[in-house]
């Protein structure tokens, strides 16, 4: 199994709702990023799970949370979230956060996120 | 500051040659990648390059050059597949991938 996959592709939601994205592979793993993408833009990185654990937050505003519940799993709850914050978001993993070697990102196919 | 730059669009005419181009500026330097993406898909992995020289794979090339700061993806035999926005990303000193803006090459019959 060469997939990341993620559920759902799209979410439409208000400002109020509580929803989650999640994502999953099982390549055996041990890093796991979230990206958020915007039209015409590059990915821009959220967070970065090493071995479980958070290793990385780009200062996301806490309206995004990001959980690891095991190895395989990485999910995205969202909460209050604004308008400005539709967009892509990308769960990638790759064998691990740091490597001599290529250590490839494969990227899920992407939640589409509508924020009315 | 961290800076990477691609044109932002290219056109060509399938069948040919195209040549896209990556300089870049970054704290250290482990590695550069080129990723494919087609309109709202996730990108794909397509070339790296850590040392100096050509990598080739099929259709498509990756040259680097790490004492310039550059970098360019060849596509041979375009087709109209290709046609998608192309990464260029760079991992820097803390292993972290710095992305250029993408260029978006449109291929024409």
């Known amino acids: 199994d060469t997939e990341v996959t993620q559920t759902p592709k799209h979410l439409v939601m208000g400002m109020t709702n509580k929803k989650s994205l999640k994502c999953e592979q099982h390549m055996g793993h041990r890093a796991m990023y979230w990206y958020k993408q915007k039209a015409k833009k590059p990915p821009e990185l959220m967070f970065v799970y090493s071995y479980e654990k958070l290793s990385i937050n780009e200062s996301v505003p806490s309206r995004f949370s990001p959980e690891c519940p095991n190895s395989s799993l990485l999910n995205l709850h969202l909460h209050a979230l604004q308008p400005e914050d539709s967009a892509l978001y990308l769960c990638?993993?790759?064998?691990?956060?740091?490597?001599?070697?290529?250590?490839?990102?494969?990227f899920g196919a992407g939640s589409r996120l509508t924020v009315l | 500051g961290q800076n990477i730059d691609q044109p932002t669009e290219m056109t060509a005419t399938e069948g040919a040659i195209v040549q896209i181009n990556c300089t870049y500026q970054?704290?250290?330097?482990?590695?550069l990648f080129w990723y494919q993406q087609h309109a709202g898909e996730a990108p794909t992995f397509l070339s790296y390059?850590?040392l100096d020289g050509l990598e080739e794979k099929g259709r498509f090339s990756s040259f680097l050059s790490r004492s310039k700061g550059y970098s360019y993806l060849l596509l041979k035999e375009l087709q109209m597949k290709d046609s998608a926005s192309y990464l260029c990303a760079v991992r820097d000193s803390n292993y972290q991938l710095i992305w250029g803006a993408g260029t978006k090459l449109i291929i024409k019959p």
């Open positions: 990638a993993s790759s064998q691990e956060t740091s490597s001599s070697g290529a250590n490839v990102l494969t």
């Open positions: 970054t704290s250290g330097f482990n590695g």
């Open positions: 390059n850590v």
